[in-house]
């Protein structure tokens, strides 16, 4: 192979032919985070913060720069196989050894608005994936599966996360379905528009959370909290999510891009 294929990249993106969408909510003390069930006494992660140290003034007088503090798995973040138990003893699963081919490949967008918008506790069946690949074909190798709900829009935090005494009410995944694309397809992942890869009421699923216990054990990775997924094409576009290179770490915050071809 020559440098063809990278060089007409390099046109496309200067002359506007290929766009970049940027699929990352922006972080701030008001991002969405998840927020597991208290009577468990499960852990919690940080939300984002961050601390001025100095903006052109006496604690530093040319220069402009913050503290952050959050948890790995706040915004739009990467989640990698260690981040689930059913990972932990995998090879390079963490985000300082995972390869970094797996930081890019093809996107897939599987449109699920319309049952989403119906029933926010959908769960995508394994008909409804089938069928998705019978209309546009096998999900390719090395690709990003995208999990399109329209949930990023959303007007405030508690749509968002639309909580009630019984938890979140969020879209996800029937355990044969994440169990199909875990076993029976060669993917880099899944992403979603929610704040986790799993529906908010996967704890009482079975497995628990079956989006990641299937797909980490698999060696998958995850996408959560992307947004602008209606700018994708169905099939088409390449997506890049490099997480931060957090020694073990079980994923991390992470600007996720899209390369669009227009037209
Ligand atoms: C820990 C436990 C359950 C879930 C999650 C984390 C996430 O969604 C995540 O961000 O990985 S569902
Ligand atoms: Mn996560």
Redesign the pocket.
Known sequence: MTNAVLMDLAVGLASGAVKVVDLSVTLSPDTPI?E?PEEFG?GK?WPFSKEEISRYDDRGPAWYWNNIKCGE?TGT?F?APV?WVTGQDLPDNATDTLPPERFIGPAVVIDAVAEADNDPDFLMSLDFLKSWESENGTIPDGAWVLYRTDWSKKGSKEAYLNKDETGGHTPGWDPETVAFLAQERNIIGVGVET????AGQ??GQDPM?PC?NLMHGANKC?L?SLRNLDQLPTTGAILIAAPLKIEQG??SPCRVIALVPQG
Request: hydrophobic share 40%; charged share 10%.
């Open positions: 998840l597991l499960w992660s798995h973040h989640d981040h704040v986790g890869t799993d996967a704890a959370f990641h995850g959560a079980s994923g």
